[in-house]
């Protein structure tokens, strides 16, 4: 099997697993399905991930990265507060219009174990998101840009208006009276409306 053939198979098993997990988690995902959705047999599964833990913890890992893509590019730049809040929204929201279960399926497992997960992929370069986005809001407000508040709501509200949807879409799909096609309509509008509540928000 050449390193070609050897990528390919990986990235079917990735696709397939990443599939599989996302909509039934660690509990409901089975090998089998996971191969067969992969067009391999079993035993080809197991080549590349001897175990369900380890193929698990590849698709976990996949995830959170996805979760936190370019946050740190973002925060660096030389950027306002704003905009870098903008690209922020804009970056969730690209990555949770293709893949709504993906919050969804992060939270159930965090829930299940966190110390565990949090333990083996909750690292530095995710834990210090927060101290550069800090460190953003604390120079606008010393150079008098925005008003004095308190960074770890502005940074939970930013995050939770444009996720939470994602995480209760069948409830707010219910409640709100919406079928597939409307919500995604519904959350290609929500990204400007949370950009401008959070612009608000910030003025003096």
């Known amino acids: 099997m050449n390193a070609e053939n050897n990528t390919n198979t ?8 990443e599939n599989v997990f996302h909509e039934k988690g660690y509990d409901g995902a089975r090998m089998q399905e996971i191969a067969d959705k992969a067009g391999i047999n079993k035993g080809l599964l197991h080549y590349y991930f001897k175990t369900k833990d380890a193929l698990f913890d590849a698709i976990f890992s996949m995830a ?42 992060v939270i159930n497992e965090l829930n299940k174990d966190a110390d565990r997960f949090i333990a083996r992929h909750i690292h530095g370069s995710a834990s210090s998101i927060f101290t550069s986005f800090d460190a953003s809001v604390n120079k606008e407000i010393a150079a008098g840009n925005i008003r004095p508040i308190n960074s770890r709501h502005l940074f939970m509200n930013m995050v939770s208006m444009t996720i939470f949807p994602f995480i209760g879409r069948p ?4 409640i709100i009276g919406l079928d597939n096609k409307e919500f995604q309509l519904l959350m290609h509008e929500r990204r400007e409306a949370i950009k401008s509540f959070i612009k608000m928000s910030l003025r003096r």
Do not use: T
């Open 64 to 105: 959170l990265k996805r979760m936190v893509a370019n946050i740190h590019s973002i925060l660096a730049m030389e950027l306002s507060l704003e905009e870098k809040m903008d690209l922020v929204v804009d970056g969730y929201m690209n990555i949770l219009l293709k893949n709504s279960a993906l919050p969804r399926f």
């Open 10 to 17: 990986e990235e079917k098993i990735l696709s397939a697993a």
């Open 171 to 174: 409830m707010i799909q219910v």
